[in-house]
Nanobody, 127 residues
Framework: QVHLVESGGGLVQAGGSLRLSCAAS????????MDWFRQVPGKDREFVAG????????YYADSVQGRFTSSRDNAKNTVYLQMNSLKPEDTAVYYC????????????????????WGQGTQVTVSS
């Protein structure tokens, strides 16, 4: 059993930066990939970034490539999403989610493929 808690959201001006954290408790995340998603009211969930825990390999949505960076801290059992050059369209609730890693460096399309979800943290980018 893993409990995920996101933090670090807030209000920032366009062009600014923010770092989100997703702390995992309960067990090690070795053997998992950690993916970030975001959702705007009335819109479908959108994949943002992901990282394979064991090796640190990352992958990103085209919309955030070059601006966002995912990383992890093994000692703290925490993943981070560094968001730079933020745009108003980045405004959303951001969620972290854990899935078993079987060699696919890409998010799963079904929410059922994710074993654990965080509660989300609001990111608002003003224009």
């Amino acid at each position: 059993q893993v409990h995920l808690v996101e933090s670090g959201g807030g209000l920032v001006q366009a062009g600014g930066s923010l770092r989100l954290s997703c702390a995992a408790s309960g067990r090690t995340l070795v053997g998992y990939a950690m993916d970030w998603f975001r959702q705007v009211p009335g819109k479908d969930r959108e994949f943002v970034a992901g990282i394979v825990w064991s090796v640190g390999t990352t992958y990103y949505a085209d919309s955030v490539q070059g601006r966002f960076t995912s990383s992890r801290d093994n000692a703290k059992n925490t993943v981070y999403l560094q968001m730079n050059s933020l745009k108003p369209e980045d405004t959303a609730v951001y969620y972290c989610a854990a899935r078993r890693f079987w060699g696919d460096y890409a998010p799963r399309s079904s929410s059922n493929d994710y074993d654990y979800w965080g509660q989300g943290t609001q990111v608002t980018v003003s224009s």
